[in-house]
């Protein structure tokens, strides 16, 4: 069973992500969310500069954010196919939730790479929190994570989009996905 919710472990070794464009209503209420939001700024934060954010983008948005989307991608590719920009209007629209994260690093002495790391923790633990709470979400990133038109749009030119994180409800029951290997990945230091 994904996303096995019995035990903090079992929810862990069963976590799966859910493709956001075959998650459904309902999503999380406000209540819910602000709970999401509240566990994902509970991740390591060296310095305690909270070098990320979240901005919620409401459904009566999701228009705004496709046109906004489409607009940027025009403005790079001026020849755009149709279905290029029917995919762009998809994105925009998939999932009943949409939060994106920002990597929001502040002037410290604390490296870029640090903070960069930190809003990368807070965007698995809001996938942790969406699971946790009965919930399925997809982290993308794509073409409109490394825009500068749509990242203006979230934030500063100091800022980059880590991802969208779309939370719904799964459709269909979730498929496994290959895991590694750990016995490529997992190695003993001997001095």
């Known amino acids: 069973m994904l996303n096995d919710r019995s035990t903090p472990l079992s929810l862990l070794a069963t976590r799966r992500s859910g493709k956001p464009r075959d ?32 901005v919620v983008v409401g459904d009566d948005h999701r228009a705004a954010l496709s046109s906004l989307i489409t607009d940027a991608y025009l403005a790079e590719r001026p020849s755009a196919s149709r279905t290029e920009l029917e995919s762009l209007d998809q994105f925009a629209h998939q999932a009943p939730t949409l939060v994106v994260v920002l990597s929001s690093p502040k002037e410290s002495k604390i490296p870029l790479w640090e903070q960069e790391l930190s809003a990368g923790a807070a965007c698995m633990n809001l996938l942790h929190a969406v699971h946790a709470e009965g919930f399925a979400g997809g982290w993308l990133t794509g073409w409109p994570a490394y825009s500068d038109l749509v990242r203006d749009a979230f934030g500063t ?9 779309f939370i719904g409800t799964p459709s269909r029951a979730l498929d496994e996905r290959p895991r590694p290997d750990m016995a490529r990945l997992v190695s003993h230091w001997e001095s």
Do not use: C
């Open 23 to 54: 998650l459904v209503a309902p999503g999380p209420d406000s209540y819910q969310l602000a709970t999401i939001l509240e566990i994902a700024a509970r991740t390591p934060d060296h310095g305690k500069l909270a070098p990320w954010r979240f």
């Open 157 to 165: 030119a100091a800022e980059r989009i880590a991802g969208f994180m």
